[in-house]
């Protein structure tokens, strides 16, 4: 499928954007091995959270999908998931691969990972390694650094440790296994990360305690089965944040988005290069916080962007290279390296693509320089199979002269089913 753009003035009106990724796929996987029942809202009915569900399925769970995104699973409590019969497939989702695989070195049978060609790409040693020293059982490619993984369950040992990487995934991974683990299992973040494992075991009355950077994990209390209320995905509304802070003349209100202060570092770094971005109406509903972001057009200003604020936007970062072609100055991205191992290189890809259309942007190893202002031009853009990619790269062509093409769009459905439906009301409104 292609993505097709034009130039437009300006972005008009009121949108809703779909549940949260992240909060999704632990709402599936917690929920599940929950006891009783745990009813979730405004659920990601998106590729890559239901590949989560299928797993869960596959693992014996039964999960009931309704209209309106809302999902009811009938929670098996730690112990009650079975041996599947066939090998879990995650397709794209790395968070399905990270967290499944904690979850699985603590049971007590055998079962196997798989996903496709970029996910068998993507570091597992990782996560391979610290659950080995915990005592699980995790073969795969190279020793365990790709997938297929194949994992036989079985009791783990409680583990101290200190991630050598700033990953959500490692650490809900060590977290899942330490509720299987004997005694305590304490993890230290090099650098916080999101922290909505965490927030959703706390809401289920797991053994958690929180202290940054470090949080402990006890294991053999049951998980309660809740009512989950999931907020609208921060990294998609920042599509659309992004778009109306550079289209001249824009305004829009984006309802109810997910406001986790783990996440919202795309709007601590436009507000500091001079974006109008208001938060109203803010509440917190199943221990996150989420609030209406009111967005105005703005002139923006270059910025620096180091490795300590990396991680609260480490997936908006694609996006931070549009605004900054539309900025005055210099905006340096580094300690970004991780920008290598997502779905695709994200430096490469931002870099590649963006050059078509004209930005003043050059590669670093961890990270990217651009000069703006500059004026792009429509271009024929890859998207690499990276949803983020091919979002980021439809901004773009909101600004360029000329038609952009971006080719094998359908990877926006990984995370983000109606994008265009979305964006052709704001550009209508
Ligand atoms: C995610 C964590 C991040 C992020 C990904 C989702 C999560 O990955 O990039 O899109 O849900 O935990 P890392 O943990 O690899 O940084």
Redesign the pocket.
């Given at each position: 499928m292609e993505l097709v753009l034009e130039k437009v003035n300006k972005l008009k009106g009121n949108i809703s954007v779909p549940g949260d990724?992240?909060?999704s796929?632990?709402s599936l996987i917690l929920g599940s091995i929950a006891q009783g029942e745990t009813q979730i809202h405004n659920f990601l009915n998106s590729l890559d959270c239901l590949k989560t569900l299928e797993c869960m399925r596959a693992l014996g769970v039964e999960i009931k999908s309704g209209s309106n995104n809302y999902i009811k699973i009938k929670g098996k409590g730690l112990y009650g998931l079975q041996e599947p019969k066939d090998i879990l497939d995650v397709g794209n989702s790395?968070?399905t691969i990270?967290?499944l695989t904690g979850l699985l070195s603590g049971q007590n049978f055998y079962s196997v990972l798989d996903g496709d060609n970029s996910i068998r790409k993507r570091p597992m040693k990782?996560v391979v390694q610290p659950l080995r020293l915990m005592g699980a059982n995790i073969w795969g490619r190279e020793n365990g650094r790709f997938v297929p993984l194949s994992i036989k369950g079985s009791k783990l040992n409680h583990l101290h440790y200190t991630l050598p990487?700033?990953?959500?995934?490692?650490?809900?991974a060590l977290l899942l296994a330490g509720l299987y683990a004997t005694g305590e299992t304490v993890i230290k973040e090099p650098l916080p990360?999101?922290d909505?494992?965490e927030r959703m075991l706390e809401i289920m009355q797991a053994g958690i305690k929180i202290s940054p950077p470090e949080i402990k994990i006890k294991s053999g209390k049951e998980l309660k089965g809740t009512e989950i209320f999931i907020p609208g995905d921060i990294?998609s509304a920042a599509y659309f944040i992004v778009a109306a802070s550079v289209l001249k003349g824009s305004q829009i209100i984006i309802n109810q988005v997910g406001i986790n202060p783990t996440r919202i570092g795309i709007i601590g770094i436009l507000n500091k290069m001079g974006a109008k971005i208001d938060i109203l109406n803010y509440q917190i509903k199943s221990n996150e916080s989420q609030a209406d972001l009111r967005i105005e057009y703005s002139e923006l200003k270059g910025v620096e962007i180091k490795e300590e604020m990396v991680?609260f936007l480490?997936?908006e970062l694609p996006l931070i290279a549009v605004v900054a072609t539309q900025a005055q100055g210099k905006t340096v991205v580094s300690g970004a390296k991780?920008l290598r191992?997502?779905e695709t290189d994200r430096i490469k890809a931002t870099v590649n693509e963006l050059k078509k259309m004209g930005a003043d942007i050059e590669e670093r190893e961890d990270g990217f320089v651009v000069k703006g202002p500059s004026k792009l031009q429509g271009a024929v853009c890859e998207s690499y199979n990276d949803h983020?990619i091919a979002m980021s790269l439809a901004v773009a062509g909101l600004l360029a002269e000329g038609k952009t093409i971006i080719k094998n769009s359908e990877c926006i459905d990984i995370?983000f089913p109606g994008f265009e439906k979305t964006l052709q009301k704001l550009i209508n409104s």
């Open positions: 990724k992240s909060i796929h632990r790395g968070t990270r967290l990782r990487v700033a990953s959500a995934q490692v650490k809900s990360t999101r909505h494992t990294s991680p480490i997936d991780e191992v997502k983020r995370s």
